[in-house]
């Protein structure tokens, strides 16, 4: 079965403008996804997840290693077949200013095909982004979330099955953000990959199937969300946190946090009572995304 996307060993550095040693955006990346998969690149801005976003693409190459989209690398003299078969969405929507979103539509399907097909695609990609009510509207004068799904139905049009999507959830409400992941969801029931990034990746454990962590360049995790999340996490609140947190905790705006594990509750705050801290309050919460950025570890099995 072909790989939808592959990375071996892959770095990529950039110079700066005016010498010095390289910027190091992917140290080592190693990783390969499902058809049908939809995983999240979770990490800190700068972490190097718009970068992995554009090798898969195809606008970047690496330094090292290989990337291959469906068996083979998205540049090269097979670049342009490849990168049919990949979209990309960047974070920010541009669009002409002067198109209306079945203009934008239907100058993307044209890349694929022509006449009466060219205009189905559209058509399609249309109902995808559920931007029916809009096609006469100026692309450039959308709102954010209406934009951020024309970017979506641009990434997807022709059947593709690659989509890397940059961010799409910054900047949305609530609702916003559950239609978006209706959209992907259909798009991964159809055998799409999806592959998407997030700095901030609370709400999304409804989506993702497997989750990839980035520090400072580097892959430290790569896991099933259902290994990473479940779990329970002690929140202790305090007048006064300490400067060094008892072994196992980490500091929090409120406080102390700690992975319980097999561990009871009441044994980790037995810990902070022993080190003699001043608990005002407590309570137990299932772990979420957003805490896979903060943990220590710096490797979870496949």
Known sequence: MTIPLQFRGVRRAFRRRFGGPPIVAIADATFELAAGEIACLVGAAGAGKTTVLRLGAGLLRPDTGVVHVAGAPPYGPHGPVVRRLAGFAPRDPVFPPAFTVREVLEYCARRHTAGRDARSLARDATELAGLEASVSCRAAALGLAAARRLMLAQCALGGRRLLLVDEPFAGLDAISRRDLCDRLQ?????????????????????????????????????????????????????????????????????????????????????????????????????????????????????
């Open 186 to 302: 259909r798009c991964a029931a159809a055998g799409a990959t999806v592959l998407l990034s997030s700095a901030d990746p609370v709400g999304l454990e409804r989506l993702v199937d497997r989750v990839l962590v980035l520090r400072a360049g580097r892959l430290v995790r790569d896991a099933p969300a259902t290994v990473l999340l479940g779990g329970r996490v002690l929140e202790v609140i305090m007048d006064a946190p300490p400067r060094d947190p008892p072994p196992g905790f980490r500091l929090t705006a409120t406080g102390l946090e700690t992975d319980l594990g097999h561990r009871s509750a009441e044994a980790a705050l037995a810990l902070c009572r022993a080190h003699r801290l001043g608990i005002r309050a407590s309570r137990v919460r299932l772990k979420g995304l957003d805490d896979v950025l903060f943990d220590p570890l710096e490797a979870v099995p496949r």
